[in-house]
């Protein structure tokens, strides 16, 4: 608990906050102002909007303990507001509001609008206020509402203030750029330093998922200078194959069968996917699948994956295994991770394993190096970003 | 949800802040605005045990005149952006606007937004772009690192676990200078899907063109850039942008792909008309 000082609708508050408690549970919770709505409760609903300073801010990813000194102001305090007094009155007149729980964030942020864009037009309006959902009223009302606030002030107060027009820039003459001072963002060419190498071989299709279930589907592949029957071997060794996964443990297994988890870092999030997979192996085809299931408790973030992989003889008593990965995310995590970040994620774990692959395989066994560390995957790393543009460009993108 | 527990100091100094982050190395991250470090927090994405708040540190606060160039501290918001008056840095103000939503934008930081380095935000697509420095503090002093190497991939930067963005030092362009800027966005104010920054500044040599919301950082287009400003948005056909995406971002699916070509000639029409 920390001691803070602020004010609050004008009145000074002395309190005890948890660093952890945001704004908005400490003007519900600790001071009983309830105006305050909580929708998603991180900053995209923007029900929750109070003033901070003047300026209308989310409470709900402001921590109080950061509003020390600072002046809040929340819907209960604008009684004799008078831009806050018309909104409220066009609000009823034009049915901008319906269940109501959007209107003291609707109401915040109008009157931030009206006082900082006193010409808006529609557009404007409807841009301004897009950081203000509302399930209910389909917006219609609340952008007329806030429209003939603004309408009726223009009215009375200045109508100079039409916008002088915008100066037409000058037209575009053609020149010679000078050579670009600063280097390109990805590092050039560096020599791979991974035991992992890339075969130039088009990929053939690994084992295919058993049935189609809704997610994505990465294909990759890597080769490992060992013969295949000793890397069909090591696929077997499920506590070998979890050591070359950065961050996987497991905790029990079967021959068909695993129970364990995988810790994973995304730049500043951290997850730890607990869960089981079944395991498949087809002897004739040297190919076989994990089928996993996952969640990690502390942000209630799920994972499914279904891994196929399958073994291929590359000649000079090397192996190329071709992947399938198809995996889907749900909950927190997966707010995060558009699409693309994950796909890449993924592929870094896929390079991790094969490297670690190899420098196990490649090491006598029981030495220190035969057991490689159970690591976090960091993802967005900048070896691995390199190092799979490289290895894309080597046998052209898909 | 609420945020798993942390402990919050507000250092008085950027020596102070430096010397916190450096006390639990790995288990303290700065706290700029909370746009971005909130969210993750509240869905216990991110779990740091301390929290060292350097958005109200006077030295990371200012928007600095230094002649040729405009300096913006690392804790200065993008309201603030937004709001100044910036001869020769127009775009930043454009840009800052065109972010999130006002009350985002309102304690949202360009030190925060740099350093958190989301392939899609928006500083770190038009810093490179505008040429921009990024100025690092840490305990061994105080480094550069120009925008466009800072960014090293998703959610990954330059920066030590104890540096902070104390500054963005962005030149000033000439007069005559072009500015196009593109987004494709979902709903107005999420992040975009594609995007696309352009700068031709015939008085200084410059072009340059930049193209985000890629898997990882930010790409420059360089050749396509130097193509543009002898032969202007001629330059900019479907298939030269398209053959200079695929070099820089080979794996993008087809509609990924479709929106990027476009954000880029949009952006290169706004340059160019
Ligand atoms: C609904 C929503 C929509 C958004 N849309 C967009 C958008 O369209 N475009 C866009 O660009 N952004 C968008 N953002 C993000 C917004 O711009 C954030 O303000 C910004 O990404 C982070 O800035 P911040 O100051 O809040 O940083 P914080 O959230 O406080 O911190 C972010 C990260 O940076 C670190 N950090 C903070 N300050 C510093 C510093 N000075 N030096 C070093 N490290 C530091 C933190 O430790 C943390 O890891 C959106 C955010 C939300 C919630
Ligand atoms: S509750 Fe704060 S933005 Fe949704
Ligand atoms: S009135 Fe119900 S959410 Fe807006």
């Not at chain 1, 950061?66 to 819907?75: D, K, L, N, P, Q």
């Not at chain 1, 806050?84 to 109008?110: D, S, V, W």
């Not at chain 1, 509302?134 to 200045?158: E, H, L, P, Q």
């Not at chain 2, 930010?218 to 002898?230: F, G, T, V």
Request: proline share 7%.
């Amino acid at each position: 608990m920390q001691q803070i000082i602020l004010t609050v609708n004008g009145e000074k508050v002395e309190a005890l906050a948890e660093p952890r408690t945001h704004l908005g549970d400490f003007l519900r919770e600790q001071q009983r102002l309830t105006g305050t709505h909580l929708g998603c409760e991180h900053g995209v609903c923007g029900a929750c909007t109070v003033l901070i300073d003047g300026q209308p801010a989310r409470s709900c990813i402001s921590y109080a303990v950061a509003c020390e000194g600072r002046e809040v102001r929340t819907i209960e305090g604008f009684g004799d507001d008078a831009v806050m007094n018309e909104l409220r009155a066009a609000f009823n007149k034009y049915h901008a509001l319906q269940c109501g729980f959007c209107t003291p964030g609707m109401l915040i942020a109008a009157r931030d609008l009206v006082l900082r864009v006193p010409d808006a037009d529609e557009k404007r309006i409807r841009v301004e206020m897009s950081g203000n959902l509302c399930r209910c009223t389909g917006y219609m009302g609340i952008v007329r509402a806030v429209k003939s606030v603004i309408d009726a002030r223009r009215a009375v107060n200045d109508p100079q203030i039409e916008a002088a027009p915008a100066a037409a820039p000058a037209a575009f003459t053609p020149f010679q750029a000078a050579a670009p001072a600063a280097p390109p963002a990805v590092p050039p060419t560096v020599p791979p330093t991974a035991a992992a190498s890339a075969a130039p071989a088009p990929a053939a299709p690994a084992a295919a998922p058993a049935a189609k279930k809704p997610g994505t589907v990465i294909e990759d592949e890597f080769t490992v200078d060992h013969p295949l029957a000793r890397v069909w071997e090591i696929f077997a060794d499920m506590p070998a194959v979890a050591a070359c996964l950065p961050g996987a443990e497991i905790s029990e297994h079967t021959p068909t069968s695993l129970k364990g988890r995988i810790t994973t870092k995304f730049g500043p999030m951290r997850a730890a996917f607990a869960g089981t997979a079944a395991l498949e192996r087809d002897e004739a085809v040297k190919s076989g699948a994990i089928r996993g299931n996952g969640t990690d408790s502390l942000s209630g973030s799920r994972a499914r994956g279904d891994i196929s992989y399958r073994l291929h003889d590359a000649g000079g008593g090397r192996t190329r295994v071709t992947v399938a990965i198809d995996y889907s995310l749900q909950g927190p995590l997966a707010q995060f991770s558009r699409g693309g970040l994950v796909k890449e994620f993924v592929k870094k774990m896929v390079a991790d394993f094969a490297a670690n692959l190899n420098a196990r395989l490649g090491a006598p066994a029981g030495s220190a190096a035969a057991a490689a560390p159970a690591a976090q995957v960091d993802a967005g790393g900048f070896f691995w970003t390199w190092l799979w543009g490289r290895i894309k460009s080597l046998f052209g993108a898909k | 949800m609420k945020a798993a527990a942390f402990e919050y100091v507000r250092p008085a100094d950027l020596a102070g802040a430096v010397k916190a982050l450096a006390g639990m190395p790995g288990e303290a991250k700065p706290l700029g605005g909370g746009q971005s470090l909130g969210p993750m927090l509240n869905l216990r994405l991110a779990r740091p045990k301390l929290l060292v708040d350097v958005s109200r540190l006077e030295s990371m606060r200012a928007i600095e005149d230094r002649g040729s160039l405009w300096r913006i501290g690392g804790a200065v918001t993008h309201s603030a952006i937004e709001d100044a008056s910036l001869p020769g840095g127009e775009p930043l103000s454009s840009v800052a606007r065109g972010i999130a939503y006002r009350t985002i934008r309102n304690r949202g930081t360009i030190g925060g937004s740099l350093a958190h380095a989301d392939p899609a935000a928006d500083w770190p697509l038009a810093l490179p772009a505008l040429g921009a420095e990024v100025v690092i503090a840490g305990p061994g002093g105080e480094r550069r690192v120009t925008a466009a190497t800072f960014m090293h991939g998703a959610f990954a930067t330059a920066l030590a676990e104890d540096e902070l963005v104390v500054a963005v030092e962005v030149p000033k362009l000439s007069a005559g200078a072009r500015w196009g800027y593109w987004k494709f966005c979902r709903k107005t104010g999420e992040f975009p899907e594609a995007s696309a920054a352009v700068l031709l500044d015939a008085q200084r040599k410059v072009a340059r063109l930049w193209v985000g919301a890629l898997n990882g950082a930010p790409q420059p287009m360089e050749a396509l850039a130097a193509d543009l400003a002898q032969r202007g948005g001629l330059a900019a056909s479907e298939d030269a942008v398209s053959r200079a995406l695929e070099r820089v971002a080979p794996d993008l699916d087809p509609a990924q792909r479709r929106l990027h070509i476009t954000a880029v000639r949009r952006a290169v029409q706004q340059a160019t008309e």
